[in-house]
């Protein structure tokens, strides 16, 4: 999960809290908590949308897992 949050991190450009990191199970969780760190008003697309498909391309590049076996509620563990 550490290299994920780095990951992520550099990615969005954000620090994710490590009190919060701690909580993340899923992708759903990593999700929210990076759109929270990202709302901004006026954004004109779906952040939690975006995020996941970073974050899918990411776990399917960086671990060789097909494509279709992550969802937002697919264990990270």
Known sequence: MIEIALAVEEEFGIDLPDSEVGFVRTPADLIDLVCGLLATPGRPSCLSQQ????????????????RGGIRPDTRLA
């Open 51 to 66: 995020a996941f498909y970073r974050l899918r391309k990411g776990l399917v590049e960086a671990m060789g897992v097909p």
